[in-house]
């Protein structure tokens, strides 16, 4: 079946550290995206890539970083800069729209949930 | 920047009951899609309205895009149980490169 998958499902951070978060798709999509939900809260954009080896920074990048190795592969990691992770991270994918813009539905993976230690 | 409200944040209905949601953005949409999150889940993709004043239904949901592109609207007939979760409305400004844009959500909880 095809669909994204994220990994780990539960994450723990202790102070000081840098976390890694996995998110791979095997829909053949070119655009990936992070996102960030906190309770009750709506989906805030972290990073975005539209192409293999290129990424934009989205609303509240600082304190994350991404990589784009791969069309298929999107991690995120979450650096000891950011002070508050505590949150629900959601990773989604879609194909590109006309004139290579990011507006298409997006096909999200089941989701981290990061907490500080 | 683009701002997407949505209106009510909660909603409590008795099962059987009608519910809406509203959804309106601060500037022009090229498009307006709709999400459902159930409790614990991840958003999963309803809906996706282009056209001025377009209604599209999908069994007792019925998905509407204002005249202006800049609000649209989720009507659910009589509620179930099933239909428990947050719905989020998301869009893209028109004629821009930016983002999806979500809203805030609208928590539906059917009280049997």
């Known amino acids: 079946d095809g669909g994204i998958t994220q990994s780990p499902k539960y994450l723990f951070r202790k102070e000081g550290q840098n976390v890694t978060l996995s998110c791979e798709q095997n829909?053949?999509?070119?655009?990936m995206y992070w996102y960030r939900q906190d309770p009750g809260q709506g989906l805030r954009l972290i990073y975005y890539?539209?192409?293999?080896?290129?990424?934009q920074k989205g609303d509240i990048a600082e304190g994350y970083s991404v990589s784009r190795e791969k069309k298929e592969s999107f991690p995120l990691t979450v650096t000891s800069a950011q002070k508050n992770p505590t949150a629900f991270y959601l990773c989604?994918?879609?194909?590109?729209?006309?004139?290579?813009?990011?507006?298409?539905?997006?096909?999200f993976g089941d989701g981290t949930r990061l907490s500080i230690l | 920047g683009q701002q997407v409200m949505q209106i009510p944040q909660y909603q409590h209905v008795q099962e059987g009951e009608d519910f809406t949601t509203y959804c309106n953005s601060s500037?022009?949409?090229?498009?307006i899609q709709w999400y459902k999150q159930r409790p614990g889940g991840h958003p999963v993709f309803l809906i996706q309205?282009?056209?001025?004043?377009e209604v599209k239904k999908q069994k007792r949901l019925t998905f509407q895009f204002g005249e202006a592109k800049k609000n649209s609207s989720l009507h659910i007939t009589a509620t179930q149980t099933t239909d428990v979760g947050t719905y989020f409305c998301?869009?893209?400004?028109?004629?821009?490169?930016?983002?999806?844009?979500f809203g805030s959500g609208t928590q539906l909880t059917v009280l049997p």
């Open positions: 989604a994918s879609s194909i590109l729209g006309g004139r290579g813009i990011s507006n298409q539905p997006q096909h």
């Open positions: 829909l053949n999509h070119d655009a």
């Open positions: 890539s539209q192409i293999v080896n290129d990424f």
């Open positions: 500037t022009t949409l090229s498009n």
């Open positions: 309205l282009v056209k001025s004043g």
């Open positions: 998301a869009g893209p400004p028109s004629g821009s490169a930016r983002q999806l844009t």
